[in-house]
């Protein structure tokens, strides 16, 4: 059932020739440099997709760090309640640490009262703030040399803690 219709003649006319020497060759500086800039594409997506996921990640730990805190100082009203004085002090100094730590993106031999001032103020934390918070530490600090606090102070420390932690956050 083949018809006439179902051939086509080839296109007469004046066609376009190309001589061989006008592509791209290997070796050829056009072939090189394309190369280079298509390396060098790839080099720079590359670098700036690792930047943005880096970042990306970042601030998820940053925003994750006041919820992790919050959840570590659940555990310790249930202190207050066993009085395991010791144990929720220690719980507070570490967690306000760890939060730090991971707030600003530090190392923990970067970890001192000086550092927590120098680091507040350049990152405009009210200085009422600060004081709050260094307050809170000193507590904890003396509390292993002369543990004598009941139960009423350390609900007031919590509840400090969850308040000055709050206040860094924002």
């Known amino acids: 059932t083949d018809s006439p219709k179902d ?4 296109h007469a006319g004046n066609h376009e020739v190309t ?7 290997w070796g050829s500086t ?9 390396i060098l594409a790839g080099i720079a997506i590359f670098i700036g997709g690792k930047h943005v996921i880096h970042s990306h ?10 919820q992790k805190a ?15 004085n010791n144990k929720f002090y220690e719980l507070i100094s570490t967690t306000i640490f760890d939060y730090l730590l991971v707030k600003f ?18 990152q405009n934390i009210p200085q009422s ?16 040399f002369a543990p004598t606090a009941n139960e009423g102070s ?4 919590l509840n400090e803690t969850i308040t000055v932690l709050r206040l860094i956050d924002q």
């Not at 993106?105 to 350049?122: A, G, H, P, T, Y």
Request: charged share 30%.
């Open 7 to 10: 051939i086509h003649t080839i």
């Open 19 to 25: 001589a061989t020497n006008e592509y791209i060759t």
């Open 30 to 38: 056009s072939y090189v440099v394309n190369h280079i800039l298509i």
């Open 57 to 66: 990640s970042k601030n998820q730990s940053e925003k994750k760090a006041l």
């Open 70 to 84: 919050l959840k570590q100082l659940k555990h310790a009203e249930q202190l207050i309640h066993n009085k395991e």
């Open 105 to 122: 993106n530090l190392q923990r031999v970067e970890l001192s009262k000086q550092r927590i001032m120098d680091l507040f103020n350049e």
């Open 129 to 144: 703030t600060t004081q709050r918070l260094l307050k809170v530490i000193d507590e904890c600090e003396f509390a292993k």
């Open 154 to 157: 350390l609900t007031e420390t």
